[in-house]
């Protein structure tokens, strides 16, 4: 059975209030949209994220749920949410993965390209797909 086609979107922006250059802190706020675009009910279960800054320090990030909670997208729905890292330096980036469950309780992953992070940049766009037969089922 193919899984849910799942299309993200991440917004990301510098904020520079809550940000001190001279103690090498950038805070930066990214948006993300996730929209079930297959046939099939979606539920996000957890993530993991890779926080890179330009100095190739890279964080890893996993737990459950994304902000406190599992989200479950009907076909067609579309769910958003604002997160926020910190970096060491005024450029990064940011890859990673949900780990989904179908409706039938088929476990996937939905993959999430790199985004950067760039305190220059007026507001930052990716748009990212996970098609199907990209999906890897987990056993």
């Known amino acids: 059975m193919q899984h849910p086609t799942l299309h993200v979107d991440?917004?990301?922006?510098y904020l520079p209030h809550q940000s001190s250059p001279a103690q090498s802190q950038y805070r930066f706020a990214y948006t993300v949209r996730i929209t079930n675009q297959g046939a099939q009910a979606a539920q996000i279960i957890a993530r993991h994220w890779w926080i890179e800054d330009a100095n190739?320090?890279?964080?890893?990030v996993r737990g459950l749920g994304i902000v406190?909670?599992?989200?479950?997208?009907?076909p067609g729905e579309t769910y958003e949410y604002t997160s926020g890292c910190?970096?060491?330096?005024?450029?990064?980036?940011?890859?990673?993965?949900?780990?989904?469950?179908?409706?039938?309780?088929?476990v996937f992953e939905c993959a999430i390209a790199p985004f950067e992070f760039n305190t220059t940049a007026q507001d930052n766009v990716a748009e990212i797909h996970s098609p199907n037969q990209e999906a890897r089922v987990l056993h």
């Open 56 to 60: 190739n320090r890279t964080e890893q």
């Open 10 to 13: 991440v917004h990301t922006h």
């Open 68 to 74: 406190g909670e599992q989200p479950l997208l009907e």
């Open 86 to 106: 910190a970096l060491q330096t005024p450029q990064g980036q940011m890859r990673g993965h949900y780990l989904c469950v179908t409706d039938e309780g088929d």
